[in-house]
């Protein structure tokens, strides 16, 4: 099963994104984001979690006050979907 999601992400070429990705392949996205995440500690993706739109948390500003819970929890910044990359392998 693995093999063939990596197939899927290299065949597409580039960045795929998770929902694309699980879509494709009829497969969860729960299910399918372990798997992954498991090659993304591995060495063979890289993910990219989406980063904020406006660059990410600003919280040295002030701006969120005393109560903030950090760029996970910031109901201020809007997230993007993960996506996937395979790593550039220099075998």
Do not use: H, W
Request: net charge negative.
């Amino acid at each position: 099963m693995l093999s063939q999601v990596l197939r899927e992400i290299k065949k597409s070429g580039t960045t795929v994104r998770l929902d694309e990705l699980s879509r494709r392949l009829g497969i969860e996205s729960s299910a399918l984001e372990g798997m992954l995440d498991y090659c993304v500690r591995k060495g063979i993706l890289q993910d990219s979690v989406g980063d904020a739109v406006d660059g990410g948390c600003n919280c040295g500003s002030g701006s969120c006050g005393s109560g903030c819970e950090g760029y996970e929890g910031c109901p201020f910044i809007a997230k993007m979907p993960k996506m996937y990359t395979l790593q550039e392998r220099g075998d």
